[in-house]
């Protein structure tokens, strides 16, 4: 039986429900980034009474650190970071390819330098989900090849056969190996190809063959122009059956979730939200604001009249200007839970529109009031 079952259609968009061993999550739906097993600056309890029903976590950065013995001892990641509801490990694919970690990529698997003790490892497809079985997640991803941006055909070639034989490794050890932590713990493929569609159909084929309990899109936000990628996504789910929860990886603007939403994009997650708080870039129903600028210095408005927040309700741009520009650590912490407030309040926007089958009127009034700012 699927683990995905959809509720109500408006135009492309759709609402649905993603069943996990932590219980129903609703979508479409946005999961707050919680690396190292916290989201920044923002507590889980804020979390849960906003509405996230679920966070994604690093596999490979939480292997490194603290490491698996600790969590173990824990009885895996959930309990350890206090966390009951959903959650998903993204393998660290893409951040095992970052030049940090000195990473050497070939059929094996990511051979990587160890930054804690300077040891050369292999992360192989089994290692990954052996790592994610351990963590307990509710949804483990597969390991997959994602290129640098801007690579050859040949490479995204090279990359998308690399990532079709490791998902193969992947899915024959999550079912063999003995999961303690999470037994219906899901598996999702990972769909890459850069912007060759055809890539990305054979790619998202293969995937479907091996029967995994969903295909995501990996490989965007590293550089690609937004029309490719809402092309590619677009042309990807014409292959994907209509139980697929499709989970776009690291996307995460107002306007991106709404564009993805429109082509049944189901599932998002992003540091994007948290991060332009701590650089002081705000998100309100009239556009983005820059928090640092001289503007706001004596502007008594709170960040969004639209907004109900307690930040909003609460506090002043000038005052939270004034935080921000003293390196005030409550800058951070009030401004990140207005952003990912405001994502969550838009998720949920969105998913009355598409029961009230009014979503591209919805998306329509939304962009007007957004974009016209700029
Ligand atoms: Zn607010």
New binding site residues.
């Given amino acids: 039986m699927s683990c995905f079952k959809v509720c109500f259609k408006s135009g492309g968009a759709r609402t649905g429900r993603l069943s996990t061993a932590h219980g129903k999550i609703n979508t479409p739906f946005f999961m707050p980034v919680a690396t190292k097993g916290a989201v920044k600056n923002i507590i889980h309890s804020d979390l849960k009474k906003m509405g996230f029903e679920c966070l994604i976590s690093n596999a490979f950065i939480n292997y490194l650190n603290p490491g698996l013995s600790l969590i173990d001892s824990a009885m895996g990641l959930h309990k350890f970071m206090s966390w009951d509801k959903a959650l998903f490990t993204d393998s660290g694919g893409f951040q095992l390819i970052l030049d940090h970690f000195s990473p050497k990529i070939n059929d094996a698997g990511v051979s990587m330098i160890n930054p804690f003790n300077k040891s050369r490892e292999l992360i192989s497809p089994e290692k990954s989900i052996s790592i994610q079985n351990s963590l307990g997640s509710d949804v483990a991803m597969c390991l997959d090849h994602q290129p640098i941006f801007g690579k050859s055909r040949v490479d995204y070639l090279e990359s998308t056969i690399r990532t079709i034989e490791w998902a193969k490794r992947c899915i024959v050890f999550h079912n063999s190996n003995e999961n303690k932590i999470n037994p219906n713990q899901l598996l999702f493929g990972i769909v890459q190809g850069g912007n060759h569609i055809d890539l990305r159909k054979k790619c998202a084929l293969a995937l479907l063959q091996l029967g995994f309990d969903g295909v995501a899109l990996g490989g965007f936000g590293i550089g690609e122009a937004q029309n490719d990628m809402f092309n590619i996504i677009k042309q990807t789910k014409k292959v994907l059956p209509e139980n697929n929860c499709t989970y776009v990886m690291g996307i995460g603007s107002p306007l991106e979730i709404l564009n993805c939403v429109s082509v049944g994009v189901d599932c998002f997650d992003s540091a994007y939200p948290t991060r332009m708080a701590r650089h002081g870039l705000i998100f309100t129903s009239v556009g983005n604001i820059q928090i640092d600028k001289s503007i706001n210095k004596n502007s008594f408005l709170?960040?969004?009249d639209s907004?109900?927040?307690?930040?909003?309700?609460t506090y002043s741009r000038a005052y939270l200007h004034h935080l921000f520009k003293t390196h005030e650590q409550n800058a951070h912490i009030l401004l990140s839970?207005?952003n990912i407030?405001?994502i969550q309040n838009l998720i949920k926007n969105i998913r009355v529109s598409i029961k009230e089958n009014n979503f591209n009127i919805f998306k329509k009034e939304f962009e007007l009031k957004y974009i016209k700012k700029f």
């Fill in positions: 709170p960040l969004d907004c109900d927040c307690f930040v909003c309700k839970y207005h407030y405001f």
